[in-house]
């Protein structure tokens, strides 16, 4: 079964810290690792697709990496409307008997950036 | 192009009421899901659909009813709320697992309370 463990579950920071978030995650054929943002009261808002081991993704202020195990989510010299929850979702390979691409959810991470 | 839109925005429900939450996409996805968020929890996967006419159980179907008689259109039913119900619940579409463009893209939600 496919897993996601997303860490730390909250995090504050002070505007311009920058941290790192991470996603820890166990799956049969990686065929993709997504991250969303989400917004309070909002749907989750997509981000970033990682395919395969040692790539990179950039955005802003947000820069997304990808090992066999984990993927890091680097937030640089962040602004108080970086506050969002993070969530971090793999997709497995074909499955059997399944015709999707089943993604399966971390529970995500709650970034506060203070100014 | 709106995306994915999701009515209602919010819904009281009393015990053993029913009703539906309707979801279109109006960028031509062959792929559509309804999943369900619950505090501190990843989404899960309620039902998908692989296109017009063609729906399939997800994770945790029980207590709803899917149908797509259009490609834009997947409405989700439930039938005789119950209080595990409370939840909010996403939409989100996708090219689809066979075009490699698997990344699903969410709407608003619509946020129950079973009452």
């Known amino acids: 079964e496919d897993q996601v463990t997303q860490s730390p579950e909250a995090l504050r920071l002070q505007e311009g810290e920058s941290s790192s978030l991470n996603c820890s995650y166990t799956v049969s054929g990686l065929r993709g690792l997504f991250w969303y943002r989400q917004d309070p009261g909002k749907g989750p808002e997509f981000l970033f697709t990682l395919y395969s081991a040692g790539e990179e993704k950039e955005k802003e202020r947000l820069k997304a990496t990808l090992t066999k195990k984990e993927s890091f989510l680097h937030i640089t010299a962040p602004k108080p409307e970086d506050s969002a929850t993070y969530l971090c979702a793999v997709q497995g390979g074909y499955a059997g008997g399944t015709s999707y691409g089943k993604l399966t959810f971390g529970q995500g991470t709650i970034l506060t950036v203070h100014p | 192009n709106a995306g994915v839109t999701q009515t209602p925005k919010f819904r009281i429900l009393k015990i053993g009421q029913s009703m539906t939450l309707q979801c279109t996409q109006d960028?031509?996805?062959?792929?559509m899901y309804w999943y369900r968020q619950d505090p501190g929890m990843g989404l899960k996967l309620i039902y998908y659909?692989?296109?017009?006419?063609?729906?399939d159980k997800g994770e945790v179907p029980n207590g709803y009813n899917v149908s797509r008689s259009t490609t834009e259109d997947f409405p989700l039913r439930l039938e005789l709320a119950a209080p595990s119900q409370t939840s909010v619940y996403f939409c989100?579409?996708?090219?689809?697992?066979?075009?490699?463009?698997?990344?699903?893209?969410f709407g608003p939600g619509t946020r129950l309370l079973v009452l």
């Open positions: 989100a579409s996708s090219r689809g697992w066979t075009s490699g463009q698997e990344t699903q893209y």
């Open positions: 659909s692989v296109g017009a006419g063609i729906t």
């Open positions: 960028m031509n996805h062959n792929y």
